[in-house]
């Protein structure tokens, strides 16, 4: 299964909501989570089952989605924000990710 | 708190083999899966496999059966052998921790390793 994640790379402030989209080569109902990684460090779980938030992961991540598309928002953005987020289809294996969505300072 | 300690060779030539260790310390070894996944230099995850306690296996067939992975239970060990490697198989090394949710539907990697650089290169 073939995940596309758009944008690639976005640039933003802090305080800024942001979304970004993740879209699945066919249908995986909510078996889709999000990972943050920054810079030198093993990636880290944000939100699995589409919208279920890990332990530990602030209230301003969400995401939804179910089938083919699928969304992850920050609603303020903060400091510690800025890395780059992949989403990952766990309906199936081969297990896939999105190529990565590159979150900057504007 | 369970982490994930992980070794291995950083420097390897072309057609050598790629080995790699994770040791899981602080957590349990049973009922999760035990995964291998790399990121080459400036570019996305893949996912490599993935291992039980039991020894099943599943693994990404891009690599084209290079993959052996196995799996030491009396000392919580995983590890990773890819066979015959070349410059195309240069990343950074990540093993995980693979859980399902209750009943058992829902699947990700919560506990990683901090990675580790392999090169390949003649």
């Known amino acids: 299964i073939q995940m596309t994640q758009s944008p690639s790379s976005l640039s933003a402030s802090v305080g800024d909501r942001v979304t970004i989209t993740c879209r699945a080569s066919?249908?995986?109902?909510?078996?889709l989570n999000w990972y943050q990684q920054k810079p030198g460090k093993a990636p880290d779980l944000l939100i699995y089952a589409a919208s279920t938030l890990q332990t530990g992961v602030p209230s301003r991540f969400s995401g939804s989605g179910s089938a083919t598309e699928f969304t992850l928002t920050i609603s303020s953005l903060q400091p510690e924000d800025f890395a780059t987020y992949y989403c990952q289809q766990s309906y199936s294996t081969p297990r896939t990710f999105g190529q990565g969505t590159k979150l900057d300072f504007k | 708190q369970v982490q994930l300690q992980q070794w291995g060779a950083g420097l390897l030539k072309p057609s050598e083999i790629l080995s790699l260790t994770c040791a899981v310390n602080g957590g349990s070894f049973s009922g999760y899966f035990w995964s291998w996944f790399r990121q080459p230099p400036g570019k996305g995850l893949e996912w490599i496999g993935e291992?039980?306690?039991?020894?099943?296996?599943s693994h990404n067939p891009s690599l084209k059966g290079r993959v052996t992975m196995s799996v030491d239970s009396s000392k919580d060990l995983f590890s990773l052998n890819l066979s015959s490697v070349t410059a195309a198989d240069t990343a950074l090394y990540y093993c995980?921790?693979?859980?399902?949710?209750?009943?058992?539907?829902?699947?990700?990697?919560?506990?990683w390793g901090n990675g580790t650089t392999v090169s390949v290169s003649s």
């Open positions: 066919q249908s995986i109902s909510n078996y």
């Open positions: 995980a921790r693979g859980t399902w949710t209750l009943p058992g539907t829902h699947y990700y990697w919560d506990v």
């Open positions: 291992i039980n306690q039991g020894g099943s296996t």
